[in-house]
């Protein structure tokens, strides 16, 4: 008797098991999927995201790397029609990932580029309006070299700015800002008196002297305003010529020793006229500088340690021409063209007196221009 009848369930079992295996299928990533994933990727570096959305940045790195390797390691991993494509589910979560990291990069690069240009904008601006102050009052040999390495900042602020470097780029402003702002402290303290008004008193009460003087002896006498850069003759009590004047190349400050570059303020008087062959400068005013004033305000600095070890009163200021300017820059002097010190030796007498003030008010050149970086401070 024969047993043949279990064949047909054996070839069921079979045909089931070849109908599954022909059914499953390799699990595989959907290659556009993948680019966009790459795409997000170059985004990222484009949009700095390392450093801009470091945490974002990191997690899409983590699982994106983790997702790269599978796909390289199983390339061929069969999968039944009823299981999940994980690899799939996996890209889309790196994506993402990616699309989230790339948003907050970007958002937060534009808002510090944006901060970056204003801070930048606002420091050129106001570097812009000292320069032009600073030259107005003369007062970038009282900053030495701070001027210069402010301007450098600024340079490096903008250039950073231009590279994408936004920090950097702030940072290098925020450093020239406060250099601003140190410069605006020190030609506070050290011009001013040309905003102060008891010191401004004093020099139109001394100007007003030599004007009567003028007037009660019928004869010339000199003024000179530093922060106008200007020299005034007076006869009989008015004014019948000005001149444009250099002073020393420090001479915007009040002199306190010789070799400080600056012009000394007083009354004084003419004591030598010096014609040409008797002087380096072409013709020459000889003032009395020191007088007994400058000799006590001297001693009193010196009694106070208020000066060099070595340092000594000097001398020999005068109004002279010439066309050196590096070489009365040196000196503290006066300076006029040659054509104006001519005209002015037909004026002047020996014994004629010369008062060198300042300013010859508050609204003067200095303490406008003081007022005007004052307000530029950030604080």
Not at 45 to 56: D, I, L, N, S
């Amino acid at each position: 008797m024969s047993h043949s009848r279990p064949m047909p369930r054996i070839i069921s079992l079979a045909a089931l098991v070849l109908a599954l295996g022909m059914a499953a299928c390799v699990q595989k990533a959907p290659p556009e999927l993948v680019q966009a994933v790459e795409s997000l990727d170059r985004e990222l570096t484009a949009a700095q995201g390392a450093e801009f959305a470091p945490e974002e940045y990191a997690k899409f790195v983590e699982h994106w790397t983790a997702v790269r390797g599978r796909m390289l390691a199983e390339p061929d991993v069969i999968r039944l029609p009823w299981e999940p494509n994980r690899l799939v589910a996996d890209l889309l979560k790196v994506q993402e990932q990616g699309v989230l990291a790339v948003s907050t990069a970007t958002q937060r690069r534009e808002a510090e580029h944006q901060h970056a240009e204003s801070r930048l904008t606002q420091l050129e601006e106001r570097l812009q309006t000292f320069t032009g102050n600073l030259d107005t009052m003369g007062g970038r040999v009282v900053l030495g070299r701070r001027p210069v390495e402010t301007e450098l900042l600024a340079k490096q602020a903008r250039s950073f700015f231009e590279q994408g470097q936004f920090a950097r780029s702030q940072q290098a402003s925020q450093q020239a800002a406060k250099l601003l702002d140190h410069q605006i402290e020190r030609l506070g303290t050290e011009l001013g008196r040309y905003a102060d008004e008891r010191r401004v008193t004093a020099w139109r009460h001394m100007v007003a002297q030599t004007v009567t003087w003028s007037r009660h002896h019928h004869s010339a006498a000199i003024v000179v305003s530093k922060a106008d850069r200007r020299l005034f003759v007076y006869r009989n009590g008015k004014a019948v010529a000005s001149y444009p004047v250099s002073l020393g190349y420090n001479g915007i400050l009040e002199k306190r020793y010789q070799g400080d570059g600056a012009t000394p303020e007083g009354q004084y008087r003419i004591v030598r006229k010096r014609d040409r062959g008797d002087t380096k400068f072409y013709r020459a005013l000889l003032l009395d500088y020191p007088n007994s004033q400058d000799r006590r305000r001297f001693q009193q600095a010196r009694a106070v340690g208020a000066l060099p070890p070595k340092a000594s009163i000097g001398g020999q200021i005068e109004i002279h021409g010439g066309e050196s300017r590096a070489l009365s820059e040196t000196l503290g002097c006066v300076q006029l063209e040659n054509r104006q010190i001519d005209a002015l030796f037909d004026l002047i007498e020996e014994g004629a007196p010369v008062t060198i003030v300042g300013a010859l008010g508050l609204s003067n050149a200095v303490s406008l221009a003081l007022a005007e970086l004052e307000q530029t401070e950030e604080g």
